[in-house]
Antibody, heavy 120, light 107 residues
């Protein structure tokens, strides 16, 4: 079974930084594109960022571009999200999400349980 | 960015009712649309991909249709375990975008 476990969330002051990790198991991590999706309390889903299997391509929502950096370590089956210049609007549960595809960003087919980031 | 507009934002129906949720894209996205179900306190789950294909393990009472700008997901006979928020998501254009969600409750 696919297992995605996020960590690194917590309380951070406005303007601060935080790094999230996602440990993946139960599938060939190196063969799947990965994503971060967030959900503010009581709100809908918001796309954050994506990365291909070989890190040749990344993409970001406009709201996080130039502040967030997605990366991955295929040798450690781990996905990362480095977040800088955090503001209250970044408060959300951050989900690590697996794609069915290696190079195309299409299907959020497995989700972690999420990690809560509070900017206050 | 492609705007995805869902309607209604919430609905209440009886067990056994047929329920349909709509999703409209701000421009043509062909069939590049997925549907997700998020039960209370849980992570979302992929239900339908490419507008009409049922994900493995999803009950056959769920179905999806549409192409271009107008899409629907239908629950043919609403069950108590279908209480959730349903989201559509397009992947034709970057950034990937979600609809605002439709909350389904039991009357």
């Amino acid at each position: 079974d696919v297992h995605l476990v996020e960590s690194g969330g917590g309380l951070v002051q406005p303007g601060g930084s935080l790094s999230l990790s996602c440990s993946a198991s139960g599938f060939d991590f190196a063969s799947h594109a990965m994503h971060w999706v967030r959900q503010a309390p009581g709100r809908g889903l918001q796309y954050v960022s994506s990365i291909t299997i070989d890190v040749t391509s990344t993409n970001y929502a406009d709201s996080v571009k130039d502040r967030f950096t997605i990366s991955r370590d295929n040798s450690r089956n781990t996905l990362f999200l480095h977040m800088n210049s955090l503001g209250p609007d970044d408060t959300a549960v951050y989900y690590c999400v697996k794609d069915r595809e290696p190079y195309n960003w299409k299907y959020f087919d497995s989700w972690g349980q999420g990690t809560l980031v509070i900017v206050s | 960015d492609i705007q995805m507009t869902q309607s209604p934002s919430s609905l209440s129906a009886s067990v056994g009712d047929r329920v349909t949720i709509s999703c409209q894209a701000s421009q043509d996205i062909s069939s590049y649309l997925n549907w997700y179900q998020q039960k209370p306190g849980k992570a979302p789950k992929l239900l339908i991909y490419d507008a009409s294909n049922l994900e493995t393990g999803v009950p056959s009472r769920f179905s999806g249709r549409g192409s271009g700008t107008d899409f629907t997901i239908t629950i043919s006979s609403l069950q108590p375990e279908d209480v959730a928020i349903y989201y559509c998501q397009q992947y034709d254009f970057l950034p990937l975008t979600f609809g605002g969600g439709t909350k389904v409750e039991i009357k």
